[in-house]
């Protein structure tokens, strides 16, 4: 701009020299106006290289739109955009649009989405210890005592374990699904005796798996869009999930009547971002990740809580008999499901010295 007005003061005072001729005036107007425009679109260019491309920030989860988890990661993405003003794209993605969570995970080292948030019974394939957490020594523990162990020094070792085995950045602590228990079609279950010979539908994990086949039900793996159409066929007896889950999926309408609580495991989801991907980035835009992902999990957990009340509620009111166990048998329960556990966690593959962390620190609990 300096060299346009000093350009034009010079012309000015050329024009004032030549006032009296007008052709010259008339070709040093032009050449004024020529001056200006060309500088004004130079300098438009120059602003417009200097402003970066948006990096797309894909977003992939298996559930539905009413699902409490879609719900949440929405709020994150929504965080997201508006802490990055612009510089990153964000694209949510939910109901398995993009990949189903026993997928993801190879996307995510692809290059073909940048985040996915699976449960963690889904990564025990990956890495023995996501099985850690659904060893049935957790079986009916509380909430509370769920969030202690994951959110402290074994949860983070944990945590850092499944970064480096899958090759992924974990942005910030897991947020709650819930308990998952046993939801079945004909027949109610009223203690693990019942469970003998029923084929039961898990989304994965080996130590889900083993949990129920010690109590004499056949675990099966179904992806979560094939359950339904599986399920009505007649090839399934229930499932293992969580009442947010049916309720979202309204799946009393295909045959689901009974629940047990058994709070067979608590689920969490687990935030994994691209290691590529993360390593690409600035580290303030880091940062905006990290902030934005914290700042929907306190909240996350208490409304998860909730969401499952209310998914109770709605089941019960759609004519699902519940069955809620006494400490007693979910105590025997979880007595005949560890009768193999330390033989199950070498088996799979979990450190001896991290299973008696673990069962040191329940202990401590109680």
């Known amino acids: ?57 894909r977003i992939s989860t298996e559930n539905t739109p009413a699902h409490f988890q879609t719900k949440v990661v929405q709020r994150f993405s929504d965080e997201l955009a508006r802490r990055t003003k612009g510089r990153l794209e964000v694209e949510f993605r939910h109901s ?7 997928d993801v995970i190879r996307a995510v080292n692809e290059g073909k989405v940048e985040m996915a948030v699976p449960g963690n019974w889904q990564l025990d394939r990956y890495d023995p210890w996501a099985s ?18 994951r959110d402290g020094k074994v949860g983070q070792e944990i945590s850092d374990h499944l970064a480096k085995s899958l090759n992924v950045v974990i942005p910030g ?13 004909t027949k109610s279950i009223g203690g693990f005796e019942d469970m003998a010979g029923l084929r039961i539908r898990i989304a994965g994990g080996s130590a889900v798996a083993a949990h129920l086949s010690a109590v004499g039900a056949i675990p099966t793996i179904v992806a979560w869009p094939d359950f339904p159409n599986v399920f009505q066929q007649g090839r399934l007896d229930g499932l293992l999930t969580t009442y947010e889950t049916i309720a979202s999926a309204k799946l009393w309408t295909i045959g689901v009547k009974h629940v047990t609580e058994n709070q067979a495991y608590f ?80 088996k799979i593959g979990i450190p001896h010295a991290l299973l008696q962390e673990s069962e040191r620190l329940l202990a401590r609990s109680q």
């Open 1 to 57: 701009m300096y060299f346009i007005l000093g350009f034009d003061v010079t012309i000015w005072q050329f024009d004032t020299m030549c006032c009296r001729n007008r052709g010259l005036r008339f070709w040093l107007a032009l050449c004024r106006q020529a001056v200006f425009t060309g500088c004004v679109a130079l300098s438009l260019s120059h602003a417009q290289a200097a402003t970066p491309t948006p990096l797309t920030f």
């Open 96 to 102: 398995a649009q993009l990949f189903r969570d026993q």
């Open 173 to 185: 602590r897991w947020i709650d699904l819930g308990y998952a228990h046993v939801f079945t079609s």
């Open 132 to 149: 850690l957490l659904t060893l049935p020594m957790f079986m009916g523990r509380s909430a509370a005592e769920h969030h202690s162990f």
């Open 267 to 346: 689920a969490q989801y687990i935030p994994v971002v691209s290691q590529s991907y993360w390593d690409s980035l600035a580290p303030d835009l880091r940062q905006a990740v990290r902030e934005s992902w914290e700042s929907v999990v306190d909240d996350a957990r208490v409304r998860a809580g909730e969401a499952q009340k209310i998914a109770k509620l709605s089941l019960i009111a759609h004519g699902v008999a519940v069955t809620e166990l006494s400490p007693l048998a979910i105590k025997a329960w979880r007595t005949q499901a560890m009768k193999d556990q330390n033989t199950l966690a070498t």
